[in-house]
């Protein structure tokens, strides 16, 4: 994290061309891992698909940012403002434990509200309320989840854990 160094609760990495990262000197975004220097892998192909059929933005998505909550995490209220181009949406997926996800308005005093984000949603944060603030209240412990047939995680994903999704623009669209 900025200024500490220590880590999130929240594990991160990163698909396609573009990654965020956050280190002691702040957050951005950068084409290659902080520790290994190697790109990113390649975006999952059901991701993009995603994006063309969800986020209604003709642009091709250049970051997607996996977060691994385990059972206990959470995610404070938070803007996603660091991408140059506001006019594309945050496409989020979500896979494994259902998240309580609290959002609000455009400023962080705003009253806010909460809905269960589950495994297989998909949620656009976009047009006027892309810069909404948002974060993840808690992970629901595994009892309280709909059956799920097969496996949908990764072995990496300890029980009850949750993966989500994030697909970005980053860089300003230029015009056709
Ligand atoms: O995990 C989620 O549902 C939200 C993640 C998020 O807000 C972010 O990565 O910026
Ligand atoms: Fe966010």
Redesign the pocket.
């Known amino acids: 994290m900025p200024r500490t160094g220590k880590p999130f609760s929240?594990r991160?990495t990163n698909c396609g061309p573009l990654g965020?990262v956050s280190d002691r000197a702040g957050y951005r975004y950068q084409a290659t891992h902080p520790e290994t220097g190697r790109p990113w892998p390649a975006m999952p192909a059901a991701a993009r698909r995603a994006w063309t059929e969800l986020a209604g933005c003709p642009a091709e998505p250049e970051a997607c940012?996996v977060?691994l909550?385990a059972p206990g995490t959470r995610?404070g209220l938070?803007q996603?403002r660091d991408e140059a181009e506001f006019s594309a949406p945050?496409l989020?997926l979500?896979l494994g434990a259902t998240?309580l996800?609290r959002y609000g308005g455009l400023s962080r005093s705003d009253p806010t509200r909460s809905v269960r984000?589950s495994s297989g949603d998909a949620?656009v944060?976009g047009g006027p309320s892309r810069l909404i603030f948002?974060?993840?209240d808690r992970i629901l412990p595994a009892d309280l989840l709909a059956p799920m047939t097969g496996p949908v995680l990764p072995e990496a994903v300890a029980a009850g854990g949750?993966l989500?999704l994030?697909l970005r623009r980053v860089s300003a669209i230029r015009p056709a």
């Open positions: 929240v991160m965020w940012l977060n909550y995610m938070h996603d945050v989020s979500s998240a996800f984000l949620l944060i948002h974060g993840v949750r989500n994030t």
